[in-house]
């Protein structure tokens, strides 16, 4: 679909725009060191919802989103000057929890996988215990006639 290629190849270059001008073009204190991770487009290219994280921590995420929100203006302008678009899409700044969420669900597993062994060490001890295999007592066997 060419709509769809369309608005990737411009969700890509709004995404390098705005990497370059955090670098270099804004001047609000309050968000210093951002990385661009994404840059989402609605199908009728009006919104850019635009994910970012403060570099390595330094700073409050909201506060970086309020600076980057009050320079969406310039920066709306900007992209859409160096892109060539008739009508640039209103900015949307929106913390990118995606690695936090990966790194949770990655603990996540290593947890699930820990205890997977530990309770598999535990069975084979149990198993290898004298008198553990083939005993009768305590299982389910018929009554003798």
């Known amino acids: 679909m060419a709509g769809s290629a369309r608005r990737e190849r411009i969700e890509g270059e709004i995404q390098r725009v705005l990497s370059q001008l955090a670098a270099r073009g804004i001047k609000d ?4 060191s951002v990385t661009i991770t994404a840059v989402q487009l609605a199908p009728d290219l009006s919104v850019a919802r635009v ?6 921590g330094r700073q409050d995420a909201d506060e970086v989103r309020a600076g980057l929100a009050s320079a969406a203006g310039f920066l709306r302008g900007e992209v859409g000057r160096r892109l060539s678009l008739r009508h640039a899409p209103r900015l949307e700044f929106v913390v990118d929890r995606h690695l ?26 149990a198993a290898d215990a004298p008198g553990a295999a083939g005993t009768t007592g305590g299982g389910h066997e018929p009554p003798a006639t």
């Open 51 to 56: 994910f970012f994280l403060p570099f390595a």
């Open 29 to 32: 204190p309050r968000v210093g």
């Open 100 to 125: 936090e969420q990966a790194s949770e669900l990655s603990a996540l597993i290593d947890r699930a996988v820990g205890e997977d062994r530990s309770r598999a060490a535990g069975a084979e001890g």
